[in-house]
């Protein structure tokens, strides 16, 4: 039988790497409470565009033709309220809202740069490959299983009824 290991504080440093603790459901390893925080394709996007520099609500929506306004406005408010992006209100009229990345989320910048060089080492070659084949490498997946469906020509004695 298990002995159970004595619980370390919330905030408290894991002593190892890949020691791992939970509390009430919530997991208290760096990597995973990280991950928690920017963990969706979303989240680390927006961040590596701010780490340009302040952004406008409506320069970010730009920069990605995949992302749209609902998604943004959820996600910007989601790293607002994690301590990694500010909103702040510029005192012109029109009104505009400015975001920048906080001193926390500033300290995102050597993650989000290694994994994009990390992307465009091992992704991006892929990328170029399957798109060198042509249109049959692109062919949605079939799932395993399913027949193919066969649209037969309506007979002429089916459209009389």
Known sequence: ???????RPIGTPAAGPDECDTREGRALCPVLAAVGVIGTEWRLAIVHRLL???QRFSEILK???RLNAKTLSA???FLEGQGVVQRTVVSTR???VV???TEMGLGLAPAARELRAWGERWLLPRA?????LGANARRPPTIQ???PRIVLAESEGHRAR
């Open 1 to 7: 039988m298990e002995t159970e290991r004595p619980r």
């Open 145 to 147: 299983g399913e027949l």
């Open 63 to 65: 920069s990605n033709t």
């Open 99 to 101: 975001y920048s990345l």
């Open 52 to 54: 340009d520099g302040p």
């Open 94 to 96: 029109p009104f505009s």
């Open 128 to 132: 170029n490959a399957a798109n060198r």
């Open 75 to 77: 996600t910007l408010k």
